[in-house]
């Protein structure tokens, strides 16, 4: 992978939220990310595959995998109001409605403005 700077399983699992290398692992491929395995429970990858993931996804929705309110919340560090405020103002992904009293939003689209933000 070069000189290039590294991205390490704790920092992946943080931006991607999942919970466990396996979940991790199977994203990573998903999204066509290359990545090392670097011991049993360790998996590395570069800025540059992370990055090239990142501005693919927002069009990538024939499979996108919806996520709650609580996911969003842990992914994004906001709380359900400064959601509602910054979704209001144009300024976060559309929730969708996915039942009388359930909304749930794109987990690609939230990975990617989550990456936005962190890019600034």
């Not at 996911?71 to 405020?85: D, F, P, S, Y």
Request: aromatic share 6%; glycine share 6%; charged share 35%.
């Amino acid at each position: 992978m070069g000189t290039e700077r590294l991205i390490d399983t704790e920092c992946l699992l943080r931006w991607t939220g999942y919970a466990s290398i396996d979940e991790l692992e199977r994203f990573l491929k998903r999204q066509n990310i290359r990545y090392a395995k670097t011991g049993k429970e360790r998996l590395v990858t570069t800025q540059a595959a992370i990055d090239a993931c990142f501005m693919q996804l927002p069009g990538n929705t024939e499979d996108d995998e919806l996520i709650r309110s609580a996911e969003v919340e842990k992914l994004t560090g906001l709380n359900r109001m400064a959601i509602h405020r910054a979704e209001r103002d144009g300024k976060f992904p559309n929730r969708i409605q996915i039942g009388p009293r359930s909304v749930a939003w794109k987990r690609s689209e939230i990975i990617a403005w989550v990456e936005k933000r962190r890019l600034r």
